[in-house]
């Protein structure tokens, strides 16, 4: 069975509720992006990627809801896990905060486009998106966009930016996703992870 899990911020607990449903996979090493153990392979991929690779064939994986949603993915989601809990949220400069009715021919700058268009396209505002890959903050600070769409956690980053949370779009969590043929070609094996990873989550992480 092959698992891709994210790097970055929900690798170490992805890696935690693995180890604990008993799936003691060991932490990579020389930045290898394939681990071998047992019948289990682990492999490492960005976090916005894991959703593809599930899709289309790697047997299982762990990401945030809100990559699974702005991909468009179709996997099988069986489980939602206890960690990666944030918010996808429109936010913009404390001193020009704007209702999302008023924003229209507003420039919004994120790496969730697709949310975000279908953000705007539901309050039936017209607005520009500009692409960017991270540190979206910057953006509006230094003026090439209005406000952002971004992940919140505690809205620290927000905060030491000049921008306040104008709108919460999605509630995000770390999901765990199945690969559509392997739920059922691989049913059993499946099906026991799922439930060793629901005992873990029951009894605490
Ligand atoms: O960073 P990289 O470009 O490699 O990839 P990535 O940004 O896609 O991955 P990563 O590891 O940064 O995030 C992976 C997933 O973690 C996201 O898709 C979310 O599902 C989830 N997650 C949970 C978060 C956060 N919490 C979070 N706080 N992702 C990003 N953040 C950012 C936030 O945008 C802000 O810039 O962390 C910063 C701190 O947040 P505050 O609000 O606590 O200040
Ligand atoms: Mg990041």
């Known amino acids: 069975m092959r698992i891709v899990l994210p790097k970055g911020r929900l690798f170490q607990g992805s890696l935690e509720i693995l180890t604990k449903a008993g799936i003691g996979l060991k932490s ?24 593809v690779y599930v899709e289309h064939g790697i047997d ?8 699974v949603e702005e991909r468009e993915s179709d996997v ?30 507003f420039r919004i700058a994120t790496k969730y486009t697709n949310l975000t268009k279908k953000f705007f396209e539901s309050k039936g505002v017209e607005v520009e998106i500009i692409k960017l890959s991270g540190a979206i903050e910057l953006a509006p600070k230094v003026g090439i966009a209005d406000a952002i769409v971004d992940v919140v956690e505690t809205g620290n980053t927000l905060r030491a930016n000049g921008l306040v949370e104008a709108e919460k779009i999605m509630d995000v969590s ?15 094996e499946i099906n026991d992870l799922v439930l060793r990873i629901k005992k873990v989550i029951r009894e605490g992480l």
Do not use: H, W
């Open 76 to 105: 099988f989601v069986p489980l939602e896990l206890p960690f990666g809990k944030c918010r996808l949220s429109l936010a913009m400069p404390k001193e020009s905060i704007t209702d999302v009715e008023e924003m229209e021919g």
């Open 60 to 67: 299982v994986g762990i990401s945030g809801s809100d990559v």
């Open 28 to 51: 990579p090493e020389n930045r290898e992006l394939i681990v071998k153990n047992g019948r289990y392979e682990l492999l490492l991929a960005r976090a916005f990627d894991v959703p």
């Open 174 to 188: 770390a999901l765990l996703l199945v690969n559509r043929i392997s739920q059922k070609m691989k049913f059993e």
